[in-house]
């Protein structure tokens, strides 16, 4: 779709819009710089044509001797590295060239094979060779209409002194006139007009013969560089870590990668997300009409801009498809063609890709924080909102008997004050479990100690606890080791019936030994399996850091759990469930692995 942009579309309106009226030209900024390629050319192109004349004369004058070939190959490279020069050059006229990747220098005759053989080499020539007698023919009629214009306007001077510049035709003498100086004035300054027009013109031709002759292989080179620009998308866009960064990222390879001016990612509501280019921060605003899925719409100003507009997809999983749109802004003569578009949907597509993941990591956030709150509540339920019960019918007890029974009275204090305790050990736990890195700052032995008091605080126990050295383990394998000791510890609350525990964490040679031992009702190993929750889970946390765990177990004899990990183990991928009888306790038998998983909260940090 070709047709003039209009304000609707929110794209560099006030730069691509000011292309009316009649000193348009006259004051863009465009016109200069297009003045100042056509003033360089001709210095330029006679500098390029001396050199390739003087490189082949010479080479052919000494082909007889060995310097011949040196020169002859010197010319040729010259060739390539002049041409980067052009594309310099062409920058001044808006044209902005693919940079390529780096090159491989194979050696002499390879590099020669190939470039006899890249088209390109012939196209940047044959722009070396025409640039000279161009150039001058623009100065000749640039130069012709500067005349002019400057003759028009410095006719003011010929007024206030006439003899100065006496002008003769035959025998008559032309003596200005203020009228005639008038008409002067006028055609120097429409001049001015016609010579802004005119130069860009000559910049518009010099455009075109620019893109055709100087741009580099549009289908390999072009392809390689996509190819390239798509697979850092998608790593960007798979690694997912700043939105915004992302969205910056997919621009930038978009521009580079493309022959686009600038590249814009723009929201449904007209606001820049992302801009890379120059001109990038003009493209926002809300378009007037938004591209039909996989389709390109280009537009074009007066001034010979077009701006391309794709449409930005999200899975129909997003709730809402829309997400926006794609703008790619390229210079008066440059067009993209049907491959370069599909490359930027491709990009806008990978953004719709990004724009979905930051949604779902939101939504997963949320719900998360929802859990954690949920979490939160029903361990407050359970531990501190009990232990404020328990202390409340305690003071009332002990308030009540306080004349009439004082050992009583005693009784219900000390009663309370454990309560007391155990309820703050239980709030510290809480407390402790918000910070992500408690765990890593306390460590494990920290941990298991502080875990260990709030046993006793709360439900009586006795816990016998060797907890002397933090022993060698990785972060993941610290943790997994506390959940591992934090399930047996509940299950042995839950359903041992037990007064005393163990708990002894040691080294022994290249392996962390972690013991949790009751004097409870035990149950026996061989008992068909059922209810065996609480111990899968603590196989599943052994397993995951490349340890293993080992229950053993008996009708009245307590039981022993004994996880063993290798020290600084790494998190293995693999899940190892070991086989065995002893791994399940019979139905409604109680034991320190059995039972439902405990809440997965890392204990203070603390002594005990």
Known sequence: MMERMGTGTGAGEGRLGSAG??????????????????????????LITGLLVGGVVAGVLTLWLLIGAAFLLGTLWLVGGLGDLQRLLAGLLGVRFARPLPPEYPGVLPWLRATLADPVTYRTLLFHLIQLPLALLCWLVVGTLAAVCLLGLASP???????????????????????????????????????????NLLGRMWTRLAVALLARDPGAEAARREVVALRRAAGRVALGDDLGATLQDLTAQARAASTA????????????????????????????????????????????????????????????????????????????????????????????????????????????????????????????????YGITLGAKTARATLELDPERTRASLEYTIRLAEGGVSEMKALLFSLRPDALEEGGLVAALRQHAHALEARHGLTVHAELKTEPRLGPDAQAAAYRVAQEAMHNIVKHARATQVWLDVHEDGQQVIL?????????????????????????????????????????????????RLPVDAPVQAELRLPPGPESAPPSGEPSAASGSTAPDLPAPRGSR
């Open 21 to 46: 009226g009649l000193l348009a030209e006259l004051l863009d900024a465009r016109t200069y710089r297009t003045a100042l390629y056509l003033l360089l050319a001709l210095p330029a192109g006679g």
């Open 157 to 199: 001077l010929w007024l206030m002194n006439p003899g100065a510049l006496p002008v003769m035709w035959g025998e008559w003498t032309l003596r200005p006139s203020p009228l005639g100086v008038l008409g002067l004035l006028l055609l120097g300054a429409g001049g001015l007009v016609v010579t802004a027009g005119v130069v």
């Open 261 to 388: 001016h600038a590249v814009a990612l723009v929201a449904p509501d007209g606001t820049l997300r992302a801009g890379s280019g120059p001109d990038a921060q003009a493209l926002g605003g809300r378009p007037d009409r938004r591209p039909a899925p996989g389709e390109a719409d280009v537009r074009r100003s007066v001034d010979g801009a077009l701006l391309a507009t794709l449409p930005v997809a999200l899975p129909p999983s997003a709730g809402v498809p829309d997400g926006g749109v794609l703008r790619a802004l390229y210079a008066p003569g440059v067009r993209p063609g049907s491959e370069e578009l599909a490359f930027l949907l491709s990009i806008a597509d990978h953004a719709g890709t990004a724009l979905h993941a930051a949604q779902l990591i939101e939504r997963a956030g949320a719900r998360a924080g929802e859990q954690e709150r949920a979490r939160l509540a029903r361990e407050l339920h359970d531990s501190v909102a009990q232990a404020l």
């Open 515 to 563: 013991s949790v031992r009751d004097d409870g009702r035990g149950f026996d190993p061989a008992a068909p399996r059922s209810g065996t929750l609480g111990q899968r889970s603590m196989r599943e946390r052994a397993a995951g850091v490349g340890g293993g765990l080992e229950v053993r177990s008996a009708p009245g004899a307590g039981t022993q759990v004994t996880l």
